[in-house]
Nanobody, 119 residues
Framework: QVQLVESGGGLVQAGGSLRLSCAAS????????MGWFRQAPGKEREFVAS????????NYADSVKGRFTISRDNAKNTGYLQMNSLRPEDTADYYC????????????WGQGTQVTVSS
């Protein structure tokens, strides 16, 4: 079993930055590819970014490409999402998740952290 706890959310003005963290406990964090997702009020959850187990490859939703950076520190069992040039449409609850290597579905989810971007 893996437990994930996100932190770093908050209220920020448009154009500002936030760095989200995802602390993992339990089984070996480095064994799992990681992703970040978000869900805005009244909308479905959407993919934001993902990173491989080693951190060597990343993938981003078009809406955040060039503004957000996903990373991980396996020695600290922690993943990150650096969010720059934030826009009001980035307002959402942000979730980190882990999936087993080779699986398509994410199995472990955090409780989420709220990000609000004011215009």
């Amino acid at each position: 079993q893996v437990q994930l706890v996100e932190s770093g959310g908050g209220l920020v003005q448009a154009g500002g930055s936030l760095r989200l963290s995802c602390a993992a406990s339990g089984r070996t964090f480095s064994s799992y590819p990681m992703g970040w997702f978000r869900q805005a009020p009244g909308k479905e959850r959407e993919f934001v970014a993902s990173i491989t187990r080693s951190g060597g490859r990343t993938n981003y939703a078009d809406s955040v490409k060039g503004r957000f950076t996903i990373s991980r520190d396996n020695a600290k069992n922690t993943g990150y999402l650096q969010m720059n040039s934030l826009r009001p449409e980035d307002t959402a609850d942000y979730y980190c998740a882990l999936r087993r290597f080779g699986a398509t579905e994410y199995e472990y989810w955090g409780q989420g952290t709220q990000v609000t971007v004011s215009s």
